[in-house]
């Protein structure tokens, strides 16, 4: 019989929406990320996307617990159901994706417009049901809806600032990225880079800093800043910033190209 959730978690769950990241509101959870994500792949288009993501699953769950493959976006939260397609959440009993059958569980979305979706959060998870789930802790964001592949601009003067970076943190480790630049729009691989919890950020432009650096950035949790010194002789030309939330840590880099 599926779990009721009890009027409080049902109160955190709005407030998690409103947030527009998964991880908030839920009192005394443990932080996300507690499972492995084998892999992500992306291809195709905005209009025409191809997703997959596959995920290690623990041996007590197989046969009996639930898979789920959450869509966050602009406060709205949608289920996807092997069975039914994107179901919003409005209440009640949460769909799975389908009961876990194996050690490794693969969601694949195949031709998915996700024009109305840009910036929407993704996250997979599982448990025995979908308040268990969150209240483990057993979920993790694996990617965010970005324009896919960047519209090509004619004459664009930043894409020649595309590219290979090797970036470093305030503690000294460093981490190989990829860049994409135009005018509107930086989108960083940031899969090597465990301290940054999506395998890509996309984020559009938002003006000039106060150096003369232009700045990308998301205006809402969690948040994400791309800066790009465009001077001739910058030795970093590309920086990163990341916050989860108000009370997380934030973490910089700063990027050299490769």
């Known amino acids: 019989m599926p779990t009721t959730e009890p009027p409080s978690t049902l109160s955190n769950l709005r407030n998690l ?8 509101g839920l009192v005394a959870a443990p932080a996300f990320g507690q499972i492995t994500t084998v892999a992500t792949t992306i291809s195709g288009t905005t209009q025409a996307l191809n997703f997959a993501v596959s995920v ?4 007590r769950f197989l046969g009996q617990g639930k898979l789920y ?23 009640g009993e ?4 389908r009961t876990i059958r194996q050690a490794t569980e693969t969601i694949a979305v195949s031709n998915w417009n996700t024009r109305a979706q840009l910036g929407g959060a993704i996250f997979v998870g599982y448990g ?16 965010t809806l970005a324009e896919y592949p960047i519209p090509p601009v004619a004459g664009d003067p930043y894409a020649a600032y595309s590219g290979a970076y090797v970036c470093s943190s305030n ?8 860049a994409t630049f135009t005018a509107a729009q930086a989108v960083v691989d940031t899969s090597r880079m465990p301290a940054i919890a999506v395998p890509s950020i996309s984020v559009p ?20 800043l791309v800066s790009l010194d ?10 990163l910033a990341y916050q989860a939330n108000d009370f997380s840590a934030s973490h910089i880099f700063v990027c050299a190209r490769r």
């Open 17 to 24: 929406l409103a947030g527009a990241a998964l991880a908030l």
């Open 56 to 59: 290690n699953t623990e041996a």
């Open 69 to 91: 493959f959450v869509l966050l976006h602009n406060g709205q939260f949608y289920l996807l159901s092997e069975a039914r397609g994107f179901v919003p959440y409005t209440g």
């Open 94 to 97: 949460i769909p799975e994706y």
């Open 128 to 143: 025995t049901d979908f308040w268990e789930m969150l209240a483990s802790g057993r979920y993790r964001q694996v990617a």
């Open 171 to 178: 503690t000294g480790a460093t981490y190989n990225a990829t």
């Open 205 to 224: 432009f938002d003006g000039l800093g106060s150096s003369g650096d232009r700045i990308y950035a998301n205006r809402d949790f969690p948040l994400y």
């Open 230 to 239: 465009t001077t001739a002789a910058a030795r970093y030309p590309l920086a």
